[in-house]
Structures are given as C-alpha cells and as structure tokens.
C-alpha cells in the first residue's frame, strides 16, 4: 500500500502519474482546450420538428418510459411535462447521457464528461439531479478514464426515479390524455 512519499515504490509512482495524466484533461481551465470541446447541446438541435403521434401511437407510450423516450414526440412531450413540475433535470441529464454515449472521439468523450459532471452531478451543480452519494462517487471515479459507460449507473438511477415517479403523472396529465384522444 502507498504511504508516504518517501516510502512509495516505483509502481505506486507509476500508478499516480498514469492517474494524473488520464486527469489532464479534466483539470485543465476550459479556455486551455476550448479548441477540442464540444460539448452537448442544452437545447435541442434544429432538425424536424417530430410529427404528433397517432392516437395509436401515444397510447403505446403507456407500456413504458423507454418507448415514450425512443419517440422523439414524446421525449419532447415528457420534457415539456417536467418542465411543469420543475424538475427537467432528469430528462435534460438522460439526453445528455445518450448524447455522450454516441460519442466517438476520446477528447470529446473527456470535455463532454467533464461538463455532464460539473452541469448535474457535482454537489451543487446548476441542474443538479438526485443520486446517491454512492453513485457519485463512483461516476467521479470513472472520469479517470472516461468511456461510453461512465455515466450508466447515474443514467439508469434517473431512469429508474422518472419511471417511478413522474412518468405515472405524466400519463395523467392534460398533455397526455389529449394526445390519446
């Protein structure tokens, strides 16, 4: 084990500069590598606006919340929904996960990562969504090195507490009742 610097092994020296280096990216000012960010969208891209679903359609959103979500209609409907109840962070940190998740390039993947983190999950964060410590602390631990998958038990978490909680209400609601009619 690592004790005092005096005392580390070469391997434990190796390890921290391997962790240091995978954490460059992370720990530069954004102004540094302003040239290689893309980061996602808050808002959606200006493509085709969807087309209202059929009656047919909205009624088979009712079977779960990742059919609703495949349809771009009823993304955009959902949204609109928690926008309502004030709690669009949910939706706005899952379209950014699956954003992130079809990213290619590693510098894109490391600056989108970074900004998901510091937008929803640090504490104190502008959207800040509602996840456990345990779950942060593990999403933290995976920016060392960033993947398509950093953000999955964090993403599911939120899928799990909207599926739970406001998708129910949402299949209430005046904007879904009038979809299905």
Not at 101 to 113: G, R, V, Y
Not at 121 to 141: C, F, G, Q, R, S
Request: include cysteine.
């Amino acid at each position: 084990m690592c004790k005092g610097l005096a005392a580390l092994p070469a391997t434990c020296l190796e390890r921290a500069k391997e962790i240091k280096s995978k954490l460059g990216i992370l720990l530069q000012k954004p102004e540094m590598i302003s040239e290689y960010i893309i980061p996602y969208s808050d808002k959606a891209e200006k493509s085709a606006k969807p087309h209202r679903p059929s009656q047919l359609e909205a009624l088979k959103w009712r079977e779960s919340l990742e059919k609703l979500l495949m349809n771009n209609y009823g993304q955009a409907a959902f949204k609109a929904f928690l926008q309502s109840e004030h709690s669009e962070e949910n939706i706005e940190f899952w379209m950014a996960c699956e954003d992130y998740k079809a990213t290619k390039s590693a510098i894109k993947l490391a600056s989108k990562a970074k900004k998901i983190y510091e937008d929803f999950i640090e504490k104190e964060a502008p959207k800040e969504i509602n996840v456990d410590h345990y779950t942060k602390e593990m999403t933290l631990k995976s920016l060392v090195d960033p993947s398509p998958s950093t953000f999955e038990l964090a993403q599911k978490k939120v899928l799990n507490l909207m599926e739970k909680d406001s998708f129910s209400r949402f299949l209430k609601s005046e904007l879904y009742l009038e979809l299905t009619k």
